[in-house]
């Protein structure tokens, strides 16, 4: 099959096994999402919702995170490590974001990616899922899986996104982006990946390089996938369908936070 057609086929397919995929950094304004997303740095998601609801609240403009008292701030984000670094970062952010944007966060990828500390990948994840502008997050998962599927051979994130960006519709783009990470997370791990449980693995040219095993492979699927959490994923894929995936808007849903399962890899 052409790449283009079998990517389109294992999107459409990965996206009928996560229809509820979205940003699992919880936020509510673009300056929220920023945040959210550098302290996202080296930790997972969950980590980073447990600081930020009283983060959020103690600093709610960039005015604040640019006249932060150092110590607090660090406090309030030591959890999710590199806390000196994260704390200093965000009060940069906040100070550019008032001397250069009037203290908004900018809805376009060449003035994000001028922030300090925001790169590509931050910008895309804001401007995809803040702004509603399709982009596509190449993460460690999005990188592996793109070249797993054999959709590219880069390794370059760049290189990646532009070649994602050639194989699947630019409305999908940000859908693409969560769908990815979410079957990373949950199936498709770094070290061992669930090839015998996996949706997509008839079109891919990696299957049989992790668990083959169709039932040792589902003891390896993570999250709301794990054995045993079943009403979990059918919770939320009633939740999917009664907020229909528009490409065009930010996901308009929150949805109950998912904690790591043992399984998890
Ligand atoms: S078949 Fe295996 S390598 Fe391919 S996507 Fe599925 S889990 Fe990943």
Redesign the pocket.
């Known amino acids: 099959m052409a790449r283009k057609r079998r990517a389109r086929k294992m999107y459409g397919v990965l996206h009928e096994r996560y229809p509820y995929a979205h940003c699992e950094l919880d936020f509510r304004t673009p300056l929220e999402l920023l945040v959210a997303t550098v302290l996202s740095a080296q930790t997972t998601d969950v980590r980073v919702n447990l600081v930020t609801p009283t983060l959020f609240s103690t600093y709610r403009t960039a005015a604040d995170y640019a006249g932060a008292d150092r110590v607090e701030l660090e406090e309030l984000v030591r959890s999710t490590g590199f806390y000196r670094n994260k704390a200093a970062a965000l009060m940069k952010l906040g100070a550019d974001l008032v001397e250069r944007f009037d203290g908004e966060v900018p809805g376009r990828l060449q003035d994000l990616v001028t922030l300090p500390g925001v790169g590509r990948k931050t910008a895309n994840v804001v401007l995809g899922n803040a702004f509603g502008v399709p982009g596509i997050t190449v993460d460690t998962h999005v990188g592996r ?1 793109a070249r ?2 054999g959709w590219t051979t880069e390794e370059d994130p760049v290189k990646v996104e532009a070649a994602i960006g050639e194989l699947v519709p630019r409305t999908e783009w940000t859908m693409l982006s969560h769908v990815l990470i979410f079957h990373g997370r949950r ?2 791990h770094a070290k061992k ?3 015998g449980a ?1 949706p ?2 008839r079109w ?1 040219p ?2 049989g ?2 668990e083959g095993d169709p039932v040792k492979a589902e003891q390896l699927l993570a999250y709301e996938l794990a054995p045993g959490r079943e009403e979990e994923y059918d919770a939320l894929v009633a939740a999917a369908a009664s907020y229909p995936h528009d490409p065009a808007q930010p996901v308009p849903y929150d949805v109950a936070p998912t904690e790591p399962s043992a399984a998890h890899r």
């Open positions: 899986l797993r599927f199936t498709c990946p669930a090839c996996c997509v693995a891919c990696s299957s390089e992790g």
